[in-house]
């Protein structure tokens, strides 16, 4: 696959055909299709970014996590449920490897993503915002949680027109930013 050359404008980049942007910020507020939440494998709710999922969404989110993950969600894969609340659509939920507890398989990182934009496909999807996934309480190394999402990001076959990254505070968005800029490792 060739990759077009990804050229700036207005902040965000292109590669290929799908848009891939940074905004600092709270992903809950994100005006998007879908957002991405950085479950754990119960899928009942947790600390982070899911629990903050969980309160702007309000009790629906956790009824469908119920009705349609009785047992929870293998780490690395996706699945959807209703926005309740929030402005996206929906949400898809993704467990993350817990790097601070020995899951160090890169190849689960990226299956998270990967996997995402897979449901997205599924659900007509066209606008997505991705929190760091793993990258929390998980532990995974900054630089390398970004560098994971960047090469999905950029070599994924999707409908998906925009994967935005939402960082959580400044250090996340000039460290995005930085990878974006630099066109990864091309
Ligand atoms: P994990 O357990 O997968 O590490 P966390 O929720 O602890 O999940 O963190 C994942 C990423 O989400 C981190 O980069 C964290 O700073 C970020 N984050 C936490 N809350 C929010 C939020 N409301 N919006 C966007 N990102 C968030």
Redesign the pocket.
């Known amino acids: 696959m060739v990759l077009a050359p990804r050229l700036q404008t207005s902040g965000q980049w292109h590669a290929d055909a799908m848009k891939i942007s940074v905004v600092e910020?709270?992903?809950?507020c994100q005006d998007v299709d879908a957002i991405v939440n950085?479950?754990?494998r119960a899928m009942r709710g947790?600390?982070?970014?899911?629990?903050?999922?969980h309160r702007?969404g309000g009790p629906e989110i956790l009824e469908q996590c119920r009705r349609r993950f009785p047992t929870g969600l293998a780490t690395g894969d996706a699945g959807w449920t209703t926005a309740g609340d929030m402005p996206a659509r929906w949400v898809i939920h993704v467990?993350?490897p817990?790097?601070n507890r020995g899951e160090r398989d890169r190849g689960l990182l990226t299956s998270c993503y990967a996997r995402a934009l897979q449901v997205a496909d599924d659900l007509g999807v066209q606008t997505m915002a991705f929190?760091?996934?793993?990258?929390?309480?998980?532990?995974?190394p900054?630089d390398d949680?970004i560098a994971a999402a960047d090469e999905v990001f950029r070599t994924a076959t999707t409908n998906v027109r925009e994967a935005r990254l939402?960082?959580?505070?400044p250090r996340?968005f000039t460290a995005i930013e930085s990878r974006l800029g630099s066109g990864g490792d091309r």
């Open positions: 910020g709270d992903i809950t950085a479950a754990n947790g600390g982070g970014v899911d629990g903050a999922i702007a467990v993350g817990n790097y929190p760091l996934i793993s990258a929390g309480s998980y532990g995974w900054l949680a939402v960082a959580f505070g996340a």
